[in-house]
Structure formats: structure tokens, C-alpha cells
């Protein structure tokens, strides 16, 4: 299966263009999280995304994002199995954010 992904300078751009039309989900653990997130995303740990697949917008983009983009892509393909064509993993995760040099909160 081919997912659906985007890069840091495609999620820079439209958070600059319009942050009320995405959502960012962040797979991490929360202990994950604690040391460095994208500001505004939501946690869901990757276990909990079956269960919480309900918060998961219908009519924005979602972004979903890890520490490299292997567990954020594990996510994009199941909840694209299960009818989600909105959602798009962050390629390269955290570590392609943080060596663009962009903020953490």
C-alpha cells in the first residue's frame, strides 16, 4: 500500500497558510513528547489510535507524526484501510523537523 506523505516544508507551509484546516497527531509516547513536540498536535500514542480513531478529524488534514516516520506511517496506512483518505504521514518524523531547525514546544 502506498500512503499518503508529506514533508517538513509542506507541513510548514500549511501551517502558515491556514493552522485551523490540520491537525497534527504525534504517535510518540508521551515520555516521547515531553522532550520535543510540533506545537498544537495532539497526542495519541500509536497503540491508542484503533481506540481514538474518533478524534481523528474527518474534514481537515492530518498529519501524523513520530520520531522518524515509521510508527506515524504504520498509523497513516491502518486508518487509510479504514477510510481515512485525509491523513498523511510526516516523512523523516521529529528528526526531519528538528534538523530543518524549526521550534519544539
Known amino acids: 500500500m502506498v500512503i499518503n506523505e508529506i514533508d517538513v516544508d509542506e507541513l510548514v507551509e500549511l501551517m502558515d497558510a491556514n493552522n485551523d484546516n490540520i491537525q497534527i497527531i504525534d504517535v510518540r509516547q508521551p515520555q516521547e ?5 510540533i506545537g498544537g498536535m495532539t497526542n495519541i500514542p500509536m497503540v491508542s489510535i484503533p481506540l481514538r480513531a474518533n478524534e481523528i478529524s474527518d474534514d481537515k488534514q492530518v498529519i501524523l507524526v513520530c520520531r522518524s ?9 491502518w486508518l487509510m484501510q479504514n477510510g481515512k483518505n ?18 519544539v514546544a
Do not use: E, K
Not at 33 to 37: I, K, L, M, P, Q
Open 69 to 77: 516516520g515509521a510508527r506515524s506511517g504504520q498509523c497513516t496506512a
Open 86 to 103: 485525509n491523513v498523511h504521514n510526516l516523512r523523516g518524523g521529529m528528526i526531519a523537523w528538528s534538523n530543518s531547525g524549526l521550534q
Open 33 to 37: 513528547v515531553a522532550a520535543g513536540a
